[in-house]
């Protein structure tokens, strides 16, 4: 498995304003994640960050409303952008050991709600 | 698209019973599964998963049972103890894509 830790674990923001959530890995990991889990449902991958390009980001979800960085192989961010209530979610980082198997390690995850 | 379906969104069951729970999916390019379990407050926790080309995966109380034809998997934890009460979430991947695709999580309680 993979020791890995979230900032913020929790926020409260204002509508309209943006937030950053950090993510750190203890070991150079290839593959990172980022998830939503919004209340009462299921987590929604996000966007796939590799190091070096640019994320890649799933049917319904933009990078200008979420920017994501991967500087190097054990640290990404996801910005949530010009926030809504309706962003009021779990966000949540994983990582693939990119070994023989697709298993994704999560993170604690970022408690996030929006006046 | 609900790709990977969890019907039930609760189960209780009695402390040293057998707890089964379900997971249906639609995409029959899908080949390797798991299954999460989340405590509140906390990200998922991997338990245990399965190849398509397996049909049963065993890893002490916890045991995953693929049926490829019917497109169901299923996770039975024997004997459930009161430490996994949780929400359980199955999910899929294809070969390959290196994204993980969830159901909607079912919510054990065991009970004393």
């Known amino acids: 498995s993979a020791v890995i830790s979230q900032k913020p674990s929790r926020d409260i923001c204002q509508r309209g304003t943006s937030l950053t959530i950090q993510c750190q890995v203890d070991?150079?990991?290839?593959?990172m994640f980022w998830y939503r889990q919004q209340p009462g449902q299921s987590l929604t991958l996000i966007a796939t960050?590799?190091?070096?390009?640019?994320?890649?980001?799933e049917s319904g979800f933009v990078i200008d409303k979420f920017p994501i960085s991967r500087p190097n192989l054990t640290f990404s961010t996801l910005t949530v952008s010009n926030m809504s209530p309706e962003d009021s979610s779990i966000y949540l980082c994983?990582?693939?050991?990119?070994?023989?198997?697709?298993?994704?390690?999560f993170g604690p995850g970022t408690r996030l709600t929006v006046l | 698209d609900q790709q990977v379906k969890q019907n039930s969104p609760s189960l209780s069951v009695q402390e040293g019973r057998i707890s089964i729970l379900n997971c249906d999916y639609t995409?029959?390019?899908?080949?390797?599964f798991l299954w999460y379990k989340k405590y509140p407050a906390e990200g998922p926790t991997f338990l245990i998963s399965i190849s398509s080309i397996k049909d049963k995966n065993e890893d002490g109380r916890f045991t995953v049972f693929l049926n490829k034809s019917a497109k169901h998997l299923s996770l039975h934890i024997v004997p459930s103890q009161p430490g996994d009460s949780a929400v359980y979430f199955c999910a899929a991947s294809l070969e390959g894509a290196q994204k993980l695709v969830f159901g909607q999580g079912t919510r054990l309680t065991i009970n004393p």
């Open positions: 994983s990582v693939d050991r990119g070994r023989l198997t697709d298993t994704q390690y």
């Open positions: 960050a590799n190091q070096g390009s640019e994320a890649t980001y």
């Open positions: 995409n029959s390019m899908f080949d390797y």
């Open positions: 070991s150079q990991v290839t593959m």
